[in-house]
């Protein structure tokens, strides 16, 4: 095997030695450039004097077989048996085209680094097949995990939820339960609530019977009883005093008996029995308790045990004895006030009466006043009138027609005011118009205000009825005449349309007409 390597050319040396062989040709190029730079321009030699390159080759051939017994582990070592293998040399010997041999070594180059490429790829991508199948291995590992503890969790959640529900439904009974004592408690609190009301109510009607009866009660009986009350407050006072002494004497016993036993155990101590030689000294004296005083305890004071004192009345006819005498003695008075009342009911009906009277008098003289007011303003704007037109007039017989209307008009309202016949001149009677209007203006400020706006809205509901009359009344003249003239226009014999229609694309503009329509009143055109 290692022979047939020596002899095919087409086996490439391996990485190291190819790499060597570049390092080495590295080398001596660099050492020839040095080389060549020292040296001076005559001892530089051409480039035909360069070995060729069968030289080279055999140069490479030798160093190949030099350097082989150092790199391959073939068995075969040193030069020794390099020379016993004539096939070897005879391929050494033999003599090709050096471009064919260099396209030969170009090509294995390609196909060698070609295949290492292919094996890098190769070697990648089943490094990345290991990775993507380590990664889905740890993946479907995962998933699997996820799934079970995915499973775990549905399968917590669901007892989580199942306890929730549990839950729920214990908290909804127990809520149930509760609302339900609630509303029982509830009834029960309506129930005690409206007996206190009732029996409130009836201690209320009790408090007031009774503070009735009390009313009736004569003053000696309270007297008499607050003379019993305080009678039973002193005893109760004399009592606890008498106790509180009986417990002061039996303090002060007892604090005699303590003193004159500690008196009597300090004459009988073993110190005083020792002295044998001397004389033993008397006891001490003890004074006996005191008397205690009453008077001492003054300050106790008078307490009251909250019960009623008896009522009075005990037999429901004693309520009526009274009542009769009570009603004897004002019988005189229930009389005045029966006359009283009565006069005051006369008098009573004899102000509604005089207020109706004063009413219809003032809204009389109110509606007067508004009549005239209108009827002043009317005047005063037709004065306006007839005085632009006389200044605007050029006769003086238009004007004295204009002066004569006015005379006429102020007349006639002259009459309706009430002064008689208005055959004076205009400007007397213009005169009483006016003084007249300011009487009734004085009379309406000393009315009640309310009485005046209830009067005002009343006529104002007056005078917008007729106007709404009137406006129907125009509204069904020109109704009836819109009827007239369709029916005129019914009976008119149908005109009959001779030839032919002439047809255009457009009608031609119509130009709008504005009609300006001067708008004259009734009291115009009368002056007019």
Not at 250 to 262: F, M, S, T
Not at 401 to 420: H, I, M, P, S, W
Request: charged letters at 45%; glycine letters at 2%; hydrophobic letters at 30%.
């Amino acid at each position: 095997m290692d022979m047939e390597e020596e002899r095919n050319p087409f086996t490439l040396p391996s990485d190291e030695e190819v790499f060597k062989m570049r390092d080495e040709e590295k080398r001596r190029k660099k050492e020839y450039r040095e080389t060549q730079s020292k040296l001076k321009v005559w001892e530089k030699t051409t480039r035909g004097k360069l070995p060729t390159g069968a030289e080279r080759l055999r140069q490479l051939i030798g160093e190949e077989a030099a350097a082989k017994p150092k790199t391959r582990k073939a068995k075969v070592k040193g030069e020794g048996q390099l020379a016993k293998q004539p096939d070897a040399l005879e391929r050494r010997g033999e003599r090709e085209c050096m471009a064919e041999f260099l396209a030969k070594k170009k090509e294995m180059f390609y196909t060698q680094l070609s295949l290492d490429v292919k094996r890098e790829e190769i070697q990648k991508l089943q490094d990345k097949a290991t990775q993507k199948e380590e990664a889905l291995r740890r993946s479907e590992q995962k998933l699997e995990e996820d799934a079970i503890r995915f499973d775990t969790f549905l399968k917590e959640n669901d007892k989580r939820a199942h306890d929730a529900v549990k839950e729920a439904e214990a908290a909804t009974k127990k809520k149930n339960d509760k609302v339900q004592e609630i509303k029982r408690l509830n009834q029960q609190l309506q129930a005690v609530s409206s007996e206190m009301s009732k029996q409130r109510e009836a201690l209320d009607d009790c408090l007031k019977y009774r503070e009735f009866l009390d009313g009736l009660t004569p003053e000696v009986h309270f007297e008499e009883n607050k003379k019993l009350k305080r009678e039973r407050q002193e005893a109760r006072r004399q009592r606890r005093i008498a106790k509180r002494v009986e417990a002061e004497e039996a303090r002060r016993r007892d604090d005699y008996e303590h003193e004159l036993a500690a008196a009597q155990a300090a004459a009988s101590s073993p110190k005083r029995k020792g002295k044998k030689n001397k004389v033993a000294p008397e006891s001490p004296k003890v004074k006996p308790p005191e008397d205690v005083d009453p008077s001492m305890f003054d300050d106790e004071p008078l307490t009251s045990s909250d019960e009623e004192c008896p009522m009075y009345f005990k037999q429901p006819r004693q309520l009526l004895d009274i009542f009769e005498e009570l009603e004897e003695q004002n019988l005189f008075l229930i009389q005045n006030c029966q006359e009283t009342e009565r006069q005051a009911e006369e008098l009573k009906q004899q102000f509604a009466d005089t207020q109706t009277e004063t009413d219809a008098k003032a809204a009389s003289q109110r509606k007067q006043i508004r009549e005239l007011n209108k009827a002043i303003d009317e005047e005063e704007a037709k004065t306006e009138k007839l005085e632009l037109r006389m200044a605007s007039a050029g006769t003086d017989s238009q004007q004295a027609e204009l002066l004569r209307k006015l005379n006429d008009t102020t007349a006639r309202v002259y009459e309706q005011c009430g002064f008689g016949d208005g055959g004076g001149q205009t400007l007397t009677m213009l005169a009483d118009l006016e003084a007249r209007l300011e009487q009734l203006l004085d009379h309406v400020e000393t009315l009640p205000p309310d009485y005046v706006a209830k009067a005002e809205k009343y006529k104002e509901k007056k005078r917008r009825e007729r106007n709404r009359i009137e406006a129907q009344k125009v509204a069904d003249a020109e109704r009836e005449e819109k009827n007239r003239k369709s029916v005129e226009r019914s009976m008119q014999p149908p005109k009959k349309r001779t030839g032919r229609m002439v047809m255009h694309r457009s009608r031609p503009p119509r130009k709008k007409v504005d009609v300006e329509v001067d708008e004259v009143n009734d009291d115009d055109k009368y002056l007019t």
